[in-house]
């Protein structure tokens, strides 16, 4: 049984907000006339249960029943987490 939720696929650009995330979807559209290439972006605020997806992740929302004013969206699951490259205070001190 399939049911008829739109999904987007986006990348998260804030979660500064508790169980909540802001997702950026990129959509990619040519002129009918012209054929110039334009890139447009949406955000949306989509409810994280887990609260564990960090700023950069690749996720796929789907459509929700209203959660709040305006959060309309879910994050469906995690396609691509980002990974954080912490440098550990290397200091390049060679004389």
């Given at each position: 049984m399939t049911n008829n939720r739109?999904?987007?696929q986006g990348v998260v650009v804030?979660?500064?907000m508790d169980k909540t995330v802001v997702v950026e979807v990129t959509t990619i559209k040519r002129h009918p006339?012209?054929?110039?290439?334009?890139?447009?972006?949406?955000?949306?605020?989509?409810?994280?249960?887990?609260d564990q997806?960090?700023?950069?992740a690749v996720v796929q929302i789907v459509e929700s029943r209203p959660l709040s004013k305006r959060k309309r969206w879910a994050v469906?699951?995690?396609?691509?987490a980002q990974v954080l490259l912490?440098?550990?205070?290397?200091d390049n001190d060679s004389e």
């Open positions: 739109r999904r987007l804030s979660d500064k006339l012209y054929g110039k290439v334009t890139r447009t972006y949406q955000k949306y605020l989509a409810h994280d249960e887990s997806i960090k700023n950069g469906e699951k995690v396609l691509e912490e440098e550990e205070g290397t």
